[in-house]
């Protein structure tokens, strides 16, 4: 009895601290750091004479839907055009993105007829780079005007390897549980992002916007599923930050519907437990204590323990009230009950296309936490290849 005992608070304390329980801490400590040392300062924005040559790398398969919108958003950007170089990695394309992009004579057109997947498609860039920085962006996200400046500006610190910019996902209509879902989770995110690089370093990057000093990458292994996770991580790993900044943003529409949604999911989950097997080191608290507390915290309790924690809790929890009833016990298996009957009330309201917003919410969680399980079997069957199934955006 008192196994289990422990055993409910042990893995009640794991699933508070990481979904809630670390964003009150890093917010405390981050409190105190202002008060002590005062609030970050912003480096001056870098002149023209003084910006970097830069490259905006978008690898892209079969994206001919969208070439002509993210060209728009592209030529849009504010930078110096003798040091702005375009470059689309047309991995084993078949359809007519290539075709459309000779219409831009600014666009460096990087084509390999095989699809070998997303970081092996990085890796062709990379080779092709003739400029200081790059940055990464997808076919299907649009870019702020000044998300460039705002990048070289960050660049000034010269303890920073890596900029990651902030992703915004919006639902193209209202009632769309799957965008306005992963919307939630992304301005959370973005708040945890900005903590976290204001402590010290964000932990990791979304491929969506991101951009790196060429001189530090690393190699990523072909069959990586989180390329852009693993490579902004190197950076960190090599003792380098990843500057976070919302002043520079990715805008995109949400997955058209759950399933869509679960796609990424699970391929999110799969490629963070591979990270967490390649980026072992970085568990070593005795090599960087700082960035080793932020990554457990952070990604490494999320992707692996917890949603494993959330089913011994609910199991744990019903066996201590079938075997000894205490009042404290049933309430706490009386409020999950009541938290797992709303997530499935959440997902027939989404089904039938109904508002539901706290219900939502709930139904969003506990799909998150499902996808990790779903990630470990998509892990065995797609962990040797880097190649997915796109996810189709609302």
């Known amino acids: 009895m008192l196994t289990l005992k422990i055993l409910f608070w042990a893995m009640l304390l794991i699933v508070f601290y990481t979904y809630i329980g670390y964003g009150i801490l890093l917010y405390i400590i ?8 005062g609030t970050p300062l912003k480096a001056a924005m870098p002149s023209d004479e003084e910006l970097p040559t830069m ?18 958003n592209t030529l849009e950007i504010d930078y110096p055009k003798d040091k702005f170089r375009i470059m689309w ?27 070998r997947g997303k970081t092996a498609a990085l890796k ?17 996200t649009m870019i702020n005007s000044g998300a460039l400046r705002e990048i070289a500006r960050q660049f000034k610190d010269p303890t920073v390897g890596c900029v990651a910019g902030e992703k915004r996902v919006t639902a193209r209509k209202a009632g769309e549980a799957a965008a306005e879902g992963e919307g939630l989770y992304w301005r959370y995110e973005s708040t ?4 976290d690089s204001e402590l010290y370093s964000a932990m990791g990057a979304a491929g969506e916007l991101y951009a790196i000093d060429p001189t530090l990458i690393r190699e990523v292994p072909d069959e990586a599923l989180l390329d852009d996770f693993m490579m902004s991580m190197y950076v960190v790993d090599e003792g380098h930050r990843i500057a976070y900044t919302p002043d520079a943003y990715a805008q995109e529409y949400g997955s058209a519907n759950i399933f869509e949604e679960s796609k990424r999911k699970r391929r999110i989950a799969a490629g963070g ?21 932020q990554y457990v915290s952070h990604r490494v309790l999320r992707w692996s323990v917890t949603p ?3 089913v011994i809790l609910l199991l744990v929890n019903i066996a201590l009230v079938a075997m000894e009833p205490c009042t404290f016990y049933t309430i706490a298996l009386c409020l999950q009950f009541i938290f797992y009957t709303t997530s499935i009330i959440g997902w027939i309201l989404d089904y039938y296309g109904k508002e539901n917003k706290l219900p939502r ?15 470990m079997a998509y892990l065995r069957t797609h962990g040797k290849s880097g190649t997915w199934e796109k996810a189709k955006r609302s």
């Open 308 to 310: 494993v924690a959330l």
């Open 30 to 37: 981050i409190r105190l750091k202002r008060l002590f040392r």
């Open 273 to 293: 437990l591979q990270s967490i097997w390649w980026l072992r080191r970085m568990l070593n608290p005795r090599r960087q204590p700082l960035v080793t507390f």
């Open 55 to 72: 490259t905006l790398m978008i690898c892209a398969y079969n994206e001919e839907d969208v070439v002509e919108e993210k060209m728009k």
């Open 361 to 375: 919410i709930i139904y969003y969680f506990v799909f998150m936490n499902i996808n990790v399980f779903r990630g």
């Open 89 to 115: 990695v047309t991995d084993g394309s078949n359809d007519r993105t290539n075709e459309l992009l000779k219409a831009y004579p600014e666009v460096d057109i990087v084509f390999s007829p095989e699809r």
């Open 192 to 195: 945890l992002k900005r903590w």
């Open 124 to 140: 062709h860039g990379l080779r092709e780079l003739q400029t200081r920085y790059v940055t990464f962006t997808d076919a299907n």
